[in-house]
């Protein structure tokens, strides 16, 4: 009994080290990326630059362009060289970079970085999935990808506010000086306490997530342990994997959903604005309304970490739908509110419930279910698919950004804004529906 107790204590202490490695390491790259974000501002002040917005409206391009063309890159390189190598080359590369944008001169230089830095930085999802595959039972995904999740929002936040604070006393090259030291900092930390795989081969089967759960959910827990032993794709080259994926309607609904979805997000870039002139508020203002939003995501997804994982396929397949659909009814509650007869004031604050609740209904399901598909139906591609995912979402919020624009600038408005979104995250709820129902009916890859 005392060696079980010990075994699972070492085992448990094992998962919190390289969790703290992975939620820490994620948070580093996600702050060497909004880093250019945070020092635009005082780039533009600097006269000996000669910057304008759109000069910086086109460094923001690149950065896009390189985070795509990451996707496809590092998928591949990570199923070669596991997550443990990529995730630490992608840290100490970011930061390296982030210091050369801090002595560049020039437009060029500028946009040439950022694209290479956000092109590293899209390595830090595909080892983590990796990371993840290794480490933890299938029946604790959800809330380990739930907080690994919160990093990255944490991370923006708090160096938002922090290296914003420090802009005011030091020049902004001095400022990407110190996130390459903290960037550094995290990496040195994290070099010996990040292991790529347990040594134990039977260390997943002995952690035991199933052992006070119901009939149903053991299971479903042993049909994941075996999938694990013996995944159909083991042994199969990339090309191979690549059919797989092509030709499973679980993936093709998937690719519908992360679309939809990563659109959804990117309603985030139009909220200050929408806000802005909906409601007469200053800039200021509006930025800081706009925070409803990721306060929401982050809410959404640290419920996920108490409660994901307590549901079975079934219990997913409705907790999902029914938060997609709140999210659509809070859209169509923007989109009527005007016809409501309410006070300016009540409007508002009507707005930011709305735009709260949507964030707290889409991250989950944003976030969750698609890295968990792609260790399990992946398995040895498991990176490459994720990465195949995100890339797609990309390029669909890339084109939402232009379509969105428009239909904000059209006759309608943000009337017809507001009836866009209300349409993509309707599709993208049928498409969890139907992903989550096939998801139900256990079935591999062969």
Not at 79 to 89: A, K
Not at 357 to 372: E, M, N, R
Request: charged content about 10%; glycine content about 8%; aromatic content about 12%.
């Amino acid at each position: 009994m005392l060696s079980n107790i010990m075994r699972i204590s070492t085992q448990s202490k094992l998962q919190v080290q390289i969790l703290l490695s992975m939620y820490f390491g994620y948070g580093a790259m996600m702050l060497c990326q909004a880093t250019i974000t945070i020092l635009g501002p005082a780039m533009l002040a600097d006269e000996t630059l000669g910057l304008s917005k759109t000069n910086l409206g086109d460094i923001i391009g690149y950065g896009a362009l390189g985070a795509l063309a990451g996707k496809l890159v590092w998928g591949p390189i990570t199923d070669n060289i596991g997550g443990r190598r990529t995730f630490l080359v992608g840290i100490v590369i970011t930061a390296i970079l982030v210091g050369i944008y801090g002595i560049s001169l020039n437009v060029t230089s500028f946009g040439l970085v950022f694209f290479l830095l956000s092109a590293v930085k899209s390595s830090g999802w595909a080892g983590l999935t990796k990371l993840v595959g290794n480490w933890y039972h299938p029946q604790k995904y959800g809330r380990i990808w739930a907080i690994l999740s919160t990093s990255s929002r944490a991370s923006v936040v708090s160096g938002t506010l922090f290296f914003g604070w420090l802009l005011g006393v030091m020049s902004w090259r001095y400022v990407a000086a110190c996130v390459v030291v903290v960037a550094l900092v995290v990496y040195v930390a994290i070099y010996f306490f990040m292991q790529d795989k347990p040594d134990d081969p039977l260390f997943i089967e002995k952690d035991g997530a199933d052992s006070e759960r119901s009939e149903e959910f053991k299971i479903e827990s042993r049909r994941a342990l075996e999938n694990l032993r013996t995944h159909p794709l083991k042994g199969t080259t990339l090309f191979q994997g690549l059919l797989v994926f092509a030709k499973s309607h679980r993936v093709w609904l998937l690719v519908i959903m992360s679309m939809m979805l990563t659109c959804s997000m990117a309603f985030l870039d139009f909220v200050s604005i929408y806000l802005m002139e909906v409601f007469h508020l200053s800039p200021s203002k509006a930025a800081l309304a706009s925070s409803a939003f990721p306060f929401g995501s982050l809410c959404g997804l640290i419920a996920s970490v108490a409660f994901y994982d307590k549901f079975s396929k079934k219990g997913l397949r409705s907790a999902l739908t029914i938060s997609l659909a709140i999210a659509t009814v809070c859209i169509l509650t923007l989109k009527f509110s005007p016809s409501l007869n309410l006070s300016e004031d009540a409007n508002l604050q009507l707005a930011l419930v709305c735009i709260f609740l949507f964030g707290f209904s889409i991250s989950p399901a944003y976030y969750i279910p698609i890295s968990i598909f792609s260790i399990q139906f992946g398995g040895p591609h498991s990176a490459t698919l994720v990465c195949l995912f995100d890339a797609i979402g990309l390029a669909a919020s890339a084109t939402f950004g232009f379509v969105g624009g428009r239909f904000a600038d059209s006759a309608g408005g943000w009337d017809s804004f507001l009836s866009l979104i209300v349409v993509i995250v309707a599709v993208a709820m049928v498409s969890a529906f139907g992903f989550m129902h096939a998801e139900c009916r256990p079935a591999k890859p062969s």
